[in-house]
């Protein structure tokens, strides 16, 4: 069976030893870059890889790109290999932010084709929460051949999302949270705000109490009153890097309405061109 969006910790756990089961831990800090590497030493899921997002899920920065430009395809293929994942894998990620940076290895790998690709519902906490142990030995995987496939997830440029927005054919939702949309803060990017016409919609509204993403009835709701009768194809998700807004992408899918696509440059893009416009307020 293939897990293609969320996955439990009980079956996690029941597959933990299955060689065609790879866990790859995507704990990360925007403000501390080495923090998710030093957490991963100090204690995780038994045989889980991990995958840093500055390294290893995103490209190299230029003065005009975001701060998590995507990877070289034929870059992240190799990466992918050398985790130890092909055709044949099923990939397991987790994190300690409500997915939120799993959420970017799951994009990640449907744009190269590769869809048993799952986030474990939780992240650790609720691995943890279950009695599980973790552990401290450093993972070693044999590497495999990563071949890319035919995309099973799309992404527009800031050109494309211009011109969508000019014609009126998108709903872009914004996964920031509502003080970073409204301009009332701005911790990482050189301008406060959003664009024009976004609506803004903090990923962290997927989640229910308990750090589990909310059940698909109770997010097909919730998007179906975001889209305003548009179909899921007409959105695009962007964030403040293009990270936090494949969890907006992964809730779509979760709720049953695919085809949404990514603005990968996102706000960190966006706002370095002084000629693209900005919104302040909600």
């Known amino acids: 069976m293939s897990y293609q969006l969320l996955i ?22 925007l403000g501390e870059p080495g923090a998710g590497r030093a957490v991963y030493a100090r204690g995780h899921i038994p045989g889980a890889s991990y995958a840093h997002l500055d390294d290893d899920l995103s490209g190299p ?25 092909d055709a044949n894998t099923q990939v397991v990620a987790y994190d300690d932010s409500g997915g939120a940076y799993a959420a970017r290895l799951w994009w990640l790998l449907r744009w190269l084709g590769h869809v048993s690709v799952a986030v474990l519902d939780g992240g650790l906490a609720a691995w943890q929460a279950a009695g599980l142990p973790l552990s401290t030995s450093a993972t070693s995987v044999s590497a495999r051949r990563f071949v890319a496939g035919a995309p099973v997830a799309a992404q527009v440029s800031a050109d494309d999302l211009a011109l969508l927005l000019a014609q009126k054919a998108c709903r872009l939702l914004d996964a920031r949270s ?91 893009e966006w706002c370095r061109d002084p000629a693209r416009p900005v919104a302040i307020g909600p």
């Open 8 to 29: 439990d910790v009980p079956t996690l756990k029941a597959h933990l030893a299955d060689p065609n089961f790879r866990v790859v831990d995507c704990r990360f800090e």
């Open 61 to 85: 920065r230029t003065p005009w790109t975001g701060r998590h430009p995507l990877p070289d395809a034929a870059a992240l293929a190799a990466t992918f290999g050398r985790l130890g994942i």
């Open 178 to 268: 509502t003080e970073r949309f409204e301009g009332r803060i701005e911790p990482l990017d050189p301008r406060a705000g959003h664009i024009p016409g976004a609506t803004s919609h903090p990923f962290a509204r997927n989640l229910g109490a308990d750090g589990r993403f909310l059940a698909p009835a109770a997010l097909h709701d919730q998007y179906s009153r975001l889209l305003r009768g548009r179909p899921a194809a007409e959105v695009v998700s962007m964030c403040g890097s293009g990270v936090t807004a494949c969890h907006t992408l992964l809730a779509l899918e979760i709720a049953g309405l695919s085809g949404a696509r990514l603005y990968a440059g996102s706000w960190s």
